[in-house]
């Protein structure tokens, strides 16, 4: 098949996919999901190998016949290396998806609509120029509003949609300025490496930037993201971890020599602030997908940096270990939520017990996110501190924000793990889980707990789920050597790894580690290593064993070398990260409800005009309408004579009319 | 031969009487007999006329001939209706069907 088939077919299955799920009878809504979610793979494995191979393709049109306004799909490196990703993440996503809604009654509409998403996301990464790619853009931005007001049911998820619809719609307005000033200057929306000169210029730089920054909810614009976790997980998975938020970070990488100069340097500061205070914020969070969506902003911000600092094969590869490890995690806290009800920490503890599997991949995502050698995330963050070396500024911040991503994924791991959850915390999780069970309504079997301390109550976890979150974090682990072809395919040279870069990665992550739990730090971190080795070794019991007498060790030594100075500085960065979170909650969020309530009012004031003027009118019309209408039925008599006398009455006023004129 | 006043005078006496049929009769069978009326008063004025401005031209000849078909083809297809209607309500009374009253 030639490239453009294989373009168009990347976007059309999963559309075709969607619609079948829509109008499939719901016993059958699992497996046409799957498959359509599976076949999506096929186009773009395909277009990858075509890349790979060093081929280029473009296949468009004139949109409505107008010349200079071209809408098509082009396939070179960058946009195969998104469509692999994309597709990916989306099959696997969709997978467990048919898991996480088993049993909701509008199971089939989330799975269209995340299938639909996966045609629209292929879209925008395969897009040829900016009108393309605005449309993808939008329906993108629609999408992800529905998708996270998806659980009405719960307050918070339609207020969630609101935020992040307002603030992504409000970033967008960048993305149409620069294509106007794009239009104004060359009269083309072709993608183009030139910037137009003087003040078009810039404008096309800060609006291609605002909205970057919008979707990547970076810094001054990231608080959409928490809310955002209003949304089922299987929507934080695709959407707001791994692939929409990315977008931002795509479309720098796009027109990266577009906007060469200061518009790459400002995005370089802006990403590194990001990571910085997404970190703070995910250490001051007490729900699991909340933490997940504060380091999503913070390695989103590293991606910036890389590719101001590196260029897109840097940032891409970021990208593309990050939606792996991050999917990972999330997939696995959809799990650990069926198991309890809740993503809230306290409720999660010492879930790992209870779901093994589904810790393991958490872990391994987690240890991967935190740049853990060897897993994928380690190189490409490598990659990013390496080249973030020519900005001593960035590279501290990048550094920092690594040390941040050890300590804010430990926190949680550690939570997750712990083992004296069934007798110290039984109750709590208990009341999580009833929570939980009310929240899922119907249809959702637990067992009842007996006595006083009752096990944590048990929802059925479909297995598919844990499945899906283990092939992601299998990929997670492959993906690290993949920095070399990926490269390659974006026509850049491969990553560097310098010593320098490794050692401070290595060092920022123990930094993190130690920094996150006071004396108690390694202690913790020898139970997550039982925990997860208990997961893994389930079946040989004495290695398990022998993991967990090692572990036990560690820990009594460690509670001995009690140290005070991680302990300050542990109060100070939760303190910090505290204040930033209030911040964050307080005044970024006033000041997008304020937007939010300026918009309700100018509504509302739009409304008493329409009522008042136009609405009258209308109303006013169809009233005469309505008035004449029924005088015009008294005529219809059904007597037969007198339509005969109208009949004659006219023809007589017609002759009279004839002989009127022909008289003058 | 007979002047056209009197072709003329004659024409709209029949009219008259056929006008009369058709709005002061009840009975849809005289109705429909008024309309012959009316439409033989106009076929006399034609030949009237005709005679008298074109005595030469055949195309009046064929003028009436398609007038009268018409005649034809209109009180067949009127009775026809009149006796499916008083197959259907037992009556020829304009004033009793009402079916269309607004």
Known sequence: MSPAAWLWLAVALPLVGGLGVRLAPRRLMAPVAAGAAAITLLPASALVALAARGETAASGGRWLGSAGLEVGLRLDGLSAAM???????????????????????????????????????????????????????????????????FGRERPDAPAGAVRAFLTTRAADTGLYLAVFALWAATGSLAF???????????????????????????????????GAMAGPTPVSALLHSATMVAAGVYLLARNEALLAGWPLELAGWIGASTAVLGALIALGERDLKRVLAGSTSSQLG??????????????????????????????????????????????????????????????????????????????????????????????????LAGAGSAAYLLRPALVLADRGAITVGGS???????????????????????????APVQRRVPPVMVGAAAVLAGAGVLLGALGAPLAGLLGAPAPETTLVSVAG???????????????????????????????????????????????????AVDERVAVRLPDALARGAAALSRGVDRADRG????????????????????????????????????????????????????????????AVLGAAAIALLIALTAIT | MISLPVVLA????????????????????????????????????????????????ASGTFFVLVIMTLMAVEATVGFALVVATFRHSRTAELDDLTELSG
């Open chain 1, 83 to 149: 469509a692999g990703i994309v597709a990916l993440t989306g099959a696997v996503v969709v997978v467990y998806a048919t898991g996480y809604f088993e049993e909701h009654p509008r199971g089939r509409s989330a799975l269209a609509g995340l299938l639909a998403f996966v045609a629209a996301m292929q879209a925008l990464v395969l897009a040829d120029g900016f009108l393309m790619l605005l449309i993808a853009w939008e329906i993108v931005g629609a999408l992800s509003a529905r998708l996270i007001a």
């Open chain 1, 192 to 226: 183009t490496a030139d910037r137009p000169d003087g003040a078009l210029g810039a404008l096309v730089a800060s609006g291609l930037l605002l909205a970057a920054i919008g979707k990547s909810a970076q810094v001054p614009l990231q608080s959409w993201l928490a």
């Open chain 1, 302 to 399: 590293l991606m910036l940096v890389g590719v101001a600092a590196g260029g897109p094969a840097v940032a891409v590869f970021h990208l593309a270990a990050h939606a792996a490890g991050k999917a990972t995690m999330f997939l696995a806290a959809g799990a650990f939520q069926h198991a309890r009800g809740s993503t809230d920490l306290e409720d999660l503890r010492g879930v790992a017990r209870a779901q093994p599997a589904a810790f393991a991949a958490f872990a391994l995502g987690a240890a991967s996110i935190a740049a853990v050698p060897p897993l994928a995330a380690f190189w490409s963050k490598d990659a990013i501190v390496a080249a973030a070396e020519t900005n001593p500024a960035w590279l501290v911040l990048v550094l």
């Open chain 1, 428 to 454: 709590r999780a208990g009341a999580g889980a009833e929570r939980g069970a009310r929240q899922a309504g119907a249809g959702a079997e637990r067992r009842e707990g007996q006595g006083a301390d009752a």
């Open chain 1, 505 to 555: 990665s290595l060092l920022a992550l123990v930094a993190g580690a130690v920094v996150v739990r006071r004396p108690r730090a390694l202690a913790a971190l020898g139970h997550a290593g039982t925990a997860v080795g208990a997961g893994l070794l389930r079946g040989a019991d004495a290695a398990g064993g022998a993991v967990r007498l090692g572990a036990r060790g560690v820990a």
């Open chain 1, 587 to 646: 005044g970024l969020d006033a000041a997008v409800d304020g937007v939010g309530r300026g918009g309700l009012l100018a509504a509302s004031a739009s409304d008493r005009v329409e009522r008042g003027g136009i609405d009258a009118a209308v109303d006013g019309l169809a009233r005469a309408v309505g008035r004449g209408g029924r005088g015009a039925s008294a005529a219809q008599t059904g007597k037969l004579h007198e339509y005969l006398r109208d």
């Open chain 2, 10 to 57: 004659a024409g709209a006496v029949m009219f008259g009487i056929g006008l009369y049929g058709v709005l002061g009769q009840t009975n849809a069978v005289m109705v429909i007999m008024g309309v012959e009326l009316m439409l033989g008063a106009g076929m006399l004025n034609v030949v009237g006329f005709l005679r008298y401005a074109h005595p030469d031209a």
